[in-house]
């Protein structure tokens, strides 16, 4: 397999996981921070990062979302662009 066919592989997937992780956070926090007024500016830390606010939260509402789904999606699409630009 060459590296342009792997990037391409590595991007698809990144992307995949990372919208299906944005969507996860914002089912799980989205809608919570309208509810009580805290809106999506402070609910969008919690899509890269589980302390603080998000952590207790999370605790309190029983949230089952993991900010790391995030950053494996986000490691995979760079990974992806990164092997997609070496030329052989």
């Known amino acids: 397999m060459n590296a342009n066919k792997l990037g391409s592989i590595l991007f698809k ?3 995949l996981i990372t919208m299906v992780a944005v969507v996860w956070w914002g089912m799980t926090y989205g809608q919570r921070a309208m509810d009580v007024g805290a809106g999506l500016n402070k ?3 919690c ?3 589980s302390g603080g606010l998000c952590g207790l939260t999370g605790a309190l509402t029983g949230s ?5 789904m995030f950053w494996v999606g986000v490691v ?3 990974a992806g662009i ?3 630009m070496i030329k052989r």
């Open 76 to 78: 995979l699409l760079i």
């Open 43 to 45: 609910a969008l830390t």
């Open 64 to 68: 089952t979302y993991e900010p790391a």
């Open 13 to 15: 997937a990144g992307v």
């Open 82 to 84: 990164v092997l997609g």
């Open 47 to 49: 899509l890269y990062s």
